[in-house]
């Protein structure tokens, strides 16, 4: 399995970033994938998850209404749409399913 996170960055608060992870070595589209996120000095905290098909979401409370999780399965990609950022969604982003983790992708958000 190996799952490869992209775009992450610095934002100012309010805005907004699409965050993508890669996936391979693994049949992607029959594989639930979820994204989580670490911030300093706190446990990794799940945030979203999409069916294998895309037809169902979940959001973590904190999320809902901001992130909006979703894939392709023709590119084996998994996206995570984050808007309206606050200065508390500061973290490291991972990307996992099928058992394993990505590397993460750093997301500051300040001014």
């Known amino acids: 399995v190996q799952l490869v996170e992209s775009g992450g960055g610095l934002v100012q608060p309010g805005g907004s970033l699409r965050l993508s992870c890669a996936a391979s070595?693994?049949?992607?589209?029959?594989?639930?994938m979820s994204w989580y996120r670490q911030a300093p000095g706190k446990e990794r905290e799940w945030v979203a998850a999409?069916?294998?098909?895309?037809?169902?979401?979940n959001y973590v409370d904190s999320a809902k209404g901001r992130f909006f999780i979703s894939r392709d399965n023709a590119k084996n990609t998994v996206y995570l749409h984050l808007n309206n950022l606050k200065p508390e969604d500061t973290a490291v982003y991972y990307c996992?399913?099928?058992?394993?983790w990505g590397q993460g992708t750093q997301v500051t958000v300040s001014s």
């Open positions: 996992g399913g099928a058992g394993s």
């Open positions: 999409i069916s294998a098909t895309g037809d169902d979401t």
């Open positions: 070595l693994f049949t992607f589209s029959r594989n639930v």
